[in-house]
């Protein structure tokens, strides 16, 4: 059983490589099971194609957006403004331009075959073709029946957006439900013990900080409990015992949706998340300040560094 302390955040948060195909996809899924790929695997035992089909065809669409596009030269007129709208599809003006924005691969796809009628610029099938055709067969339509973007348009170019940058985390339970409120145009994905039940790994802080003072409800002072060693002592045997209770529960057969209600909000989960610097920025402000939980500033700083890169 892992125990993290305070000292062990900064290398808790890995920057990984905002690499827009097929595997991206892949792995972005297979975070719910804490695993990941480094090649598309076709076997017998593993077939990646599969997995990008059945999560499109299930309607699982979260993996598919954390890969982010931007296009130069496609002007967005009001009617595409308006089935941008109505279909809360997150796109980014880049310096306020209708010629030049930035989308995700679900928000393209929906775009390009719902809206528009044709199958996505063929640049983006070279490392996305199985993705894009599965989100295209998800809508009812055979990709081949699609005309393609490119042989009725020129002038327009697509890149990766690197801009965009996707982050993995390990974090306590009661940090990472913090950290989500930063919900818009994040994307994220969390593993879920729903799927897994191995032996849970946990954060146990070295120092414990007492309440602030006078009247303020929230946050901490910077003094510390005199009585530290002791809880820090009573912490350890909660989620020694916690866990055991978990592992018994686990040994017996019992779901693990249902046996991780015994496991404390000192447990470590971890996620990929992918956001713009520029919402990255408003997030580091609120963090990286003088209110912020001295746990989350720890986790923004290491963010930080590595997206300063």
């Known amino acids: 059983m ?7 955040i900064p290398n808790l948060v890995v920057k990984k490589n905002h690499d827009s195909d097929d595997l991206s996809v892949v792995n972005a899924a297979r975070v719910s099971f804490a695993k ?3 090649e598309l695997l076709f076997t017998e035992e593993i077939d990646d194609s599969k997995l ?13 957006t954390h890969q982010h596009f931007r296009f130069k030269g496609i002007d967005l007129s009001m009617d595409d403004l308006r089935f941008i709208i109505d279909n809360k599809i997150p796109v980014k003006l880049n310096n306020n331009n209708f010629t030049d924005w930035s989308i995700s691969l679900f928000g393209l796809v929906d775009l390009f075959v719902t809206h528009w ?4 610029p063929l640049a983006l099938k070279e490392g996305l073709g199985i993705s894009i055709d599965a989100l295209i067969r998800a809508k009812g339509v055979n990709p081949i029946n699609l005309k393609c973007y490119d042989c009725y348009h020129r002038g327009f170019g697509v890149e990766v957006d690197t801009n965009f940058k996707t982050l993995y985390y390990k974090m306590p339970i009661f940090v990472a439900r913090q950290w989500f409120k930063h ?25 414990f900080r007492q309440r ?3 009247s303020i409800k929230q946050g901490s002072s910077k003094e ?3 009585n530290n060693q002791e809880l820090r002592h009573n912490t350890k045997n909660v989620i020694h015992s916690t866990c055991m209770s978990y592992l018994n529960k686990i040994d017996s057969g019992c779901a693990p ?25 408003r997030l580091f402000g609120l963090r990286i300040s003088g209110d912020a939980q001295q746990e989350a500033t720890l986790y923004a700083m290491a963010a930080r560094n590595l997206i300063q890169e």
Request: negative net charge; proline residues 7%.
């Open 2 to 8: 892992e125990l993290y302390n305070e000292d062990d």
């Open 36 to 38: 990941e790929h480094t």
């Open 52 to 64: 990008i089909n059945y999560l499109a065809r299930h309607r699982h669409f979260t993996p598919f």
């Open 117 to 120: 009628g044709y199958s996505p």
């Open 183 to 207: 919900n818009r145009d994040f994307q994220r994905n969390e593993e879920s013990r729903r799927y897994i039940s191995d032996i849970p790994e946990f954060l146990c802080p070295t120092e």
């Open 212 to 214: 602030p003072k006078g």
């Open 224 to 226: 510390i409990v005199e």
């Open 257 to 281: 949706e249902q046996a991780r209600g015994d496991l404390p909000q000192w447990m470590m989960t971890s996620f990929w998340e992918t956001a713009h610097i520029d919402d990255y920025q």
